[in-house]
C-alpha cells in the first residue's frame, strides 16, 4: 500500500502569492456539484483563492441532481462538475446517458453511511453484538437479514434508498447487504429498475432529500454522502448503522469529471483546474485537519451545503455520530489528500466496474483487458502528474507528498468488510470470488440468472 509523506503547512515553503497557469485557453468556468460535504475541494479553491491563483473565475453552481449534473456537463453548459465516481465511466460505455467524461481528479476517500429507521434499527438491535453496553462496530447486514424476512413474510416491501444507479452508495449498499447474506437485485438490459430477484427494493433519492424521504416512511433506510446521514440522528428520525469505511476501508468516493472534448480543446485550463484542486485537498488535511473548523464554516452557508454547521461538523472533524449521543472517532471518514487520495487509479475505475457487471449493468462478460481499457479511457494520472509537477517546481508541494503506483494500480487490498480480497489487474477473479453476484458468463434475463 502507498502512502502520502506528512505534509507541510503551505505558509512554512514560502509560496509565491499568485502563479497563474501560463496559456489558459477559457477563464471563466461555470462548474457544478452536488449539496454535499465532499464538494468542499471546490468550495475551498474557490474561498481559498486557489481557482484565482491560477487565472482562473469560476463559478459555482448547485445542480438539482446527478442526472441534470451529468446531462448539462455533457452538454457543455457546465465546463465540468463533483460527480460520482461511476459516472464518467458509465457514461463512457453507454449505460445511461453516454458521453465521453474523464476526470483528472479524485476528490475523496469515505465518506458516505448506510442510515436505517428508528423502527428498523430496534428491529436490528437484538442481533447486534454488543461491548460495553453500545452497538459492536463495523455491524454487519447479517444483523438486518431478520428484518427483511419479517417484512416479506408480512408482504411488506423492504423499500431502501441511494442516490444514483452508478453512485458508489448504490455499489457499497449493494456490497454491505449482499456480505451479510441478502440480495440487493439485479439490473437486465430491459429491466434498469435494479430490483430483479431482490430481498430488498432499492430506488433513488437525491441527497438532500433522504431524510424526509425516510421520515415519511418511503423508504427504511438509504445509503448517502454527509450531512445526511448525520442529519438523520439531528432530527431523532434514524441511525447510521455503518460508514464507507467499515464496508472497504478507504474507498475513492466522488471524482472532478469534465468531457474529454473540453480536456483536448483546453489542456492549460484543465492543468489550471486541477492544480487548484490538489492545493484545496492539501489545505482541507494538513495540519492533522487543522483547516476543518473553517472548512465546516464555509461548507455550512447557502450557497455550498446549507447545512447546520454542527451536523457537517459532526463527521467532517474527526467523529462520527450513530445513535443520538453515541459519538466515535472517526478521523479517516472525510480523507481528501491522505492516502493518496487524490489521484486518479485505475484500479479505482476497475472496481466500479466490476460492480457495474456483478449486478447486470454490464450485461455480458467481458476480458480483463476490456476492464484496463476501459479504466484507461476515463481515469487520467498522466493529467494529474502534470498538475503535481507543476505545484512542486512552484513551490506549493512537496515531492514527497506524492507517492503513488508508477503504473496507476494501487496494489491488491483485502479491506472490505466480508474479507475479499481485490486486485484491479485480475477483475474477472475477484467478481467470481464475491458470494451472491454475477459470475462468468451468466446474464441476467427474463426475471431469472442464466448459466
Given at each position: 500500500m502507498t502512502r502520502i509523506?506528512?505534509?507541510?503547512i503551505s505558509s512554512a515553503l514560502g509560496l509565491p502569492a499568485f502563479a497563474e497557469t501560463p496559456g489558459i485557453e477559457k477563464d471563466e468556468l461555470t462548474l457544478g456539484f452536488i449539496k454535499l460535504t465532499d464538494m468542499a475541494p471546490l468550495a475551498i479553491a474557490r474561498e481559498k483563492g486557489f481557482f484565482e491563483d491560477e487565472g482562473l473565475y469560476v463559478t459555482l453552481e448547485a445542480q438539482s441532481n446527478w442526472k441534470v449534473l451529468l446531462d448539462r456537463v455533457i452538454s457543455g453548459e457546465l465546463d465540468g462538475a463533483?460527480?460520482?465516481a461511476g459516472q464518467p465511466i458509465a457514461a463512457t460505455i453507454g449505460y445511461g446517458t453516454r458521453g465521453a467524461v474523464v476526470t483528472p481528479f479524485s476528490m475523496d476517500l469515505n465518506g458516505n453511511a448506510i442510515t436505517v429507521s428508528n423502527a428498523v434499527w430496534e428491529a436490528m438491535k437484538?442481533?447486534?453484538?454488543m461491548e460495553g453496553g453500545k452497538p459492536a462496530h463495523p455491524i454487519s447486514a447479517s444483523a438486518l437479514k431478520p428484518v427483511v424476512e419479517a417484512y416479506a413474510a408480512a408482504g411488506t416491501p423492504f423499500n431502501l434508498g441511494m442516490v444514483f444507479p452508478v453512485s458508489t452508495h448504490n455499489y457499497e449498499l449493494r456490497y454491505w447487504l449482499a456480505a451479510g447474506g441478502i440480495n440487493p437485485g439485479f439490473y437486465s438490459s430491459t429491466d434498469v429498475s435494479g430490483q430483479i430477484g431482490g430481498d430488498v427494493l432499492i430506488s433513488v433519492t437525491p441527497p438532500p432529500q433522504m431524510p424526509a424521504t425516510m421520515e415519511a416512511g418511503t423508504i427504511l433506510g438509504y445509503s448517502v454522502g454527509e450531512p445526511w446521514n448525520q442529519a438523520a440522528v439531528a432530527k431523532r428520525i434514524g441511525v447510521p448503522v455503518i460508514t464507507d469505511h467499515d464496508i472497504w476501508?478507504?474507498?475513492?468516493e466522488k471524482v472532478f469529471g469534465l468531457t474529454a472534448e473540453f480536456v483536448e480543446a483546453n489542456p492549460q485550463t484543465t492543468l489550471a483546474l486541477t492544480k487548484a484542486l490538489i492545493r484545496a485537498a492539501i489545505w482541507l488535511d494538513e495540519g492533522d485537519n487543522a483547516n476543518r473548523a473553517e472548512a465546516v464554516g464555509i461548507l455550512a452557508r447557502a450557497e455550498y451545503v446549507g447545512a447546520d454547521a454542527a451536523v457537517i461538523a459532526n463527521s467532517m472533524t474527526g467523529t462520527f455520530e450513530y445513535e443520538a449521543?453515541?459519538?466515535?472517532?472517526?478521523?479517516?471518514?472525510n480523507v481528501f489528500f491522505r492516502h493518496n487520495a487524490t489521484f486518479p487509479y485505475y484500479s479505482d475505475a476497475v472496481w466500479f466496474l466490476t460492480q457495474m457487471r456483478r449486478w447486470g449493468q454490464i450485461t455480458e462478460a467481458q476480458p480483463d483487458a476490456w476492464y484496463d481499457e476501459t479504466a484507461k479511457a476515463v481515469y487520467r494520472p498522466d493529467l494529474?502528474?502534470?498538475a503535481a509537477e507543476a505545484l512542486i517546481a512552484e513551490g506549493h508541494a512537496t515531492p514527497g507528498m506524492f507517492d503513488v503506483d508508477a503504473d496507476g494500480y494501487r496494489a491488491p487490498v483485502a479491506d472490505f468488510i466480508d474479507g475479499a480480497a481485490y486486485d484491479g489487474k485480475a477483475p474477472n477473479a475477484y467478481i467470481d470470488s464475491l458470494?451472491?453476484?454475477?459470475?462468468g458468463d451468466q446474464t441476467v434475463a427474463g426475471g431469472e440468472i442464466i448459466n
Open positions: 509523506s506528512a505534509l507541510l463533483h460527480m460520482l437484538p442481533h447486534v453484538a476501508k478507504n474507498n475513492p449521543g453515541d459519538t466515535r472517532p472517526a478521523p479517516d471518514f494529474y502528474r502534470l458470494t451472491i453476484g454475477l459470475k
